[in-house]
Structure formats: C-alpha cells, structure tokens
C-alpha cells in the first residue's frame, strides 16, 4: 500500500557530510511525522531525529547540532543531513512514516518503514 524508499547512504571519512532522502509512495492520503532511526550490529533500533507535518523537529541529543531533518511534503519526501559525521554514527539508517492510508472502506492510519541504507563513516 505504502513503499518507502531511502538513498543517500554510503562510506565516507569522519568529519565528512552525507544526506539521506526517503521518499514515500502508494495510497497515501496524508503522512503525519516522518523520522529516520538507525541500529548498530548488535544494538537496538534508536531514533535520530523526527518531523512532523507542521515542521517541528526532534532530535537524539547524540547528533544535536550534526543533523538536520528536513521534508517535502508536495513530494512526500524526508530528508537527513548529516554534517561532521563520526565513527559512531555507523548503522543502517531507516526511515519511518505515521500515514494515513487510503483503503476500500476510507482511511486507515499505519506504520511504514524503508527497507534501511547503509552508512558507515571510517576513521
């Protein structure tokens, strides 16, 4: 029903910047916060920053100052600028939707996630 799609990720030097898109498709009648999250090997699943429709931001106190969450809501796209990334910021990042979905009977709100980008930042 619904498909996200991330890009952006890859292998970059510590200091360096990369940026993430994910954008979302399907029977969508509106999407409320998108976020993306990361998860380390071995470690859970954790937020890095979030957005809602009207704009307003959350970040992890981890990449406070580092990282900008931005989205396009005409494209339904959620972007994530990463600046003066560091060893530590290395996981597979994922984005995340709260959309409501159009379905036979009306609307139904669900939980979508991208199937994940790597980033992996060397020292």
């Known amino acids: 029903q619904v498909q996200l799609v991330e890009s952006g990720g890859g292998l970059v030097q510590a200091g360096g910047s990369l940026r993430l898109s994910c954008a979302a498709s399907g029977s969508i009648f509106s999407i409320n916060s998108m976020g993306w999250y990361h998860q380390a090997p071995g470690k859970q699943r954790e937020l890095v920053a979030a957005i809602t429709s009207g704009g307003a931001t959350t970040y992890a106190d981890s990449v406070k100052g580092r990282v900008t969450i931005s989205r396009d809501n005409a494209k339904n796209t959620v972007y994530l600028q990463m600046n003066n990334l560091k060893p530590e910021d290395t996981a597979v990042y994922y984005c995340?939707?709260?959309?409501?979905?159009?379905?036979?009977?009306?609307?139904?709100?669900?939980?979508?996630w991208g199937q994940g980008t790597q980033v992996t930042v060397s020292s």
């Open positions: 995340n939707a709260d959309v409501l979905v159009r379905v036979s009977y009306g609307l139904r709100r669900d939980d979508f």
